[in-house]
Structures are given as C-alpha cells and as structure tokens.
C-alpha cells in the first residue's frame, strides 16, 4: 500500500530522539512492503540522513530558522504552555503541509492518509483525505496535543474534526484512551508502541560511563528525556540525597536537553549532590543501547504537569525494559499498562520522593531482584511490544479502512477498552 504519513516530528539527522519511535515504525511498515511517505516540518537542524526505505518530505511554514517553533517537540515551554508566537504560525504551517500532501499524492495516488497527533496533523490529515479521498487514520501519542485540546476549544474542535473523518483514531494507553473520549472520540482503540529488543539488548555500558567520568562499580541510576516538568525529574534530584543515605555511593546520570536544564543543574547544588549527578545532554539514539546498559536502575519518575499535561507511554520505559534494566516508574498514564508492580518493575505515586527513593534504594540493595525484575522486563518486551507487531496491528487497520480486507480481522495486539 501507498501510505502518507502527517506528522509535526520526525527524526531529523542521525540520533535524533524526536520523533525517533516514528522512524522506527516506518521502517517497519517498509520492512512488510508497503511504500511510505512522511510529510513533516522543516527545521534548521535537519540534515541528510539514511531514513530506511522511507521517503521524507519537509515543508517551510516560518520565514526565518528561528520562527520554526512548531514542530518537532518546539512548540511547548517546558511541555506545560503553548509559545506566544506558535498559533500565529498555524495557518501557513497548516496550508504548507495540506498542499505538500496534495501535491505528493498527485504523484503517488495514496491508499491511506495517517496523520500523527491530533493537532495540528489530524485535520491537516482530514483535509488532505477529503480532498483525495483517501481513508484516514489517526494516532495519538501523548503530550501537548491532548493537552492543548483539554485546554482551548478551538484546538479542542480541531482535533474533534480530525476524529469525525478517521476510519480510525488509535492512542498509545488505556489512560489516554480515557482522556480522548471526553474530549468528544467515539470509539477508538489502544496500539501500544513497540521497540527493538535486539538492538536494546546489546549496549556497551562501559563506554557510557566513560563518556561521563563514572568509575567502574559505583552503581548508577539513570534517567534519559526532555527536560520537561512531566518527566519528573526534578523529584529524582530530590530522592538522591536518601538514596546515597540508604544505598552508599551511587551516581545519578541524567540524559537529555531542555528548558529545564538550568533549574535541575541548581537544584542538585543547592541539594549538595551535585558531584555525584552527571547530566549527560544529549544523548543520540544511537548511544541510547549504552546508556541503558551502564544503569543498575532505570528511573521514570513521570508525573502530570501542573496544567494537566502527561505523558502518553514513555519510550524510554520500553527501550529500558528491552536493555534488561531494573525499572522503577510513576504510576501515571500508560506505564502501569506496561509495568507489572513488583514482577518487572516497581510502580511509585508520582511527585513522591520519598518512595522513589526508597524502591531504588531497594533495588540496588538487592542484587538478586534487580536481575529477576529486569529479566522480567526484557521478556515482556520480546513477547508484547516488537516493532513488526505494532506495523502488522497497523496495516490491518489499512486494510479495513479501504475495504481490502474481511471485516472480521481484527488488529494484532489492539485492546478495546470497555467503559
């Protein structure tokens, strides 16, 4: 099938985290043989890159590199409040991409139209199916699309007109599910992501300790994301000082870039650990499979931000899990759909530092558990969560959409939450 993909992210040079669990997801959809076309925004940091097989078509919508804001995770400070100047970009961003789309399928004569988040690619994507006549899918993925139409009525109406022309609407987690239906979705379904076990499973954790001056056998406890409200990771700096009280010597390594560096750097001074937390930047998702690797323990301490914004389903909880990393996570939006409390991982109250502390503190004081839980981990990904499953649950949507295949089959992997 000929597929056009609509999205506000994609991976922009090699390494880059943004939008990367989407590059993974083409390329599978390649990988079964259908020909895939990703219209996303231009940025001033896009380079030439090998996409797999997967034909990638930006759009300019700002007159300048610095007025690129509304793309590729720009829009949001600190993921909690929408940048002044984003909705005065919105028409020629929204314009540009319908008729880039348009003109693509002029040439290529698109089976399906998938627009990615609900805002703003749901009702480009609608506009560019109505036009065409092309089926629509829609896939949620957490953060400031259902955000900002809990938020604003007219992205609220937005993303409901998206929703009114999709065969489809898929989110990532039973909790979103939840939140998209009382924004006005009938029906919907969950189609968890996937991640590469194989690829996961063989990092090099000496090199990354290394990189980041943290000597061999000296515990460490990593945390990798924007840095944004939502990932919590302020209450991690916050857990450290117990953490080294119950546990000895161990290093907090954090990875990532964001509006928050700053204010999780001063933190950890004014906590006095500064010397035993390393904030690596960024780490390129190619380095990703060392960074899991040279953890004994995987924070994902997320929480919902105080305007209400949450995560969708962590990648990083999955990538963790795939590595054989001990987990400890929030018990917020889609992590207790992955995480099984006390078998592959302990589940925490989010903005709790205290009890964060205390289960990492536990895990790196039994060596035992922590292998037990993290090999229960890795195997929950190898049976539940693979890339190919996630593409095939997908193209079986494809197929029904256009009329191509039984009514009967239903989406490997799919799970129809009942309310």
Sequence with gaps: MRICMITSSYPRYEGDFAGSFLGSLARSLVSLGHSIHVVAPYDPDTREMDHGGVAVHRFRYAPTDALCLAGHARS???????????????????????????????????????????????????????????????????????????????????????????????VCSQDMLRSVRALGLAGGMVIPYGVDSARFGAGDGARMRARLGIPAGVPVVGALGRLTYMKGFGYLVEALPEILHRAGPVYLAIGGDGDLADALHSQAEAAGVAAQVRFAGHVAWHETPDFYAMCDVVAVPSVKAGNGNVDGLPNVLLEAMASGTAIVASQVAGIPDVVRDGVSGYLVPPNDADTLAERIAELLARPALRREMAANARQRMLQDHDWLATAGALERLYYLATGTAPQAAEPAQCSHAEE
């Design 76 to 170: 949001l400070y600190g993921n909690e409040r929408l940048k002044p100047i984003v909705p005065l970009l919105m028409p020629a961003y929204v314009a540009s991409a319908a008729l880039l789309a348009l003109r693509l399928h002029r040439q290529e004569r698109f089976d399906v139209i998938h627009g990615h988040w609900a805002i703003p690619s749901g009702p480009i994507a609608a506009i560019v199916s109505r036009l065409t006549g092309a089926p629509l899918i829609i896939s949620l993925h957490g953060g400031g699309d259902v955000f900002l139409m809990q938020k604003n009525r007219l992205y609220a109406a937005a993303g409901r007109f998206g929703f009114s022309r999709a065969a489809a609407v898929t």
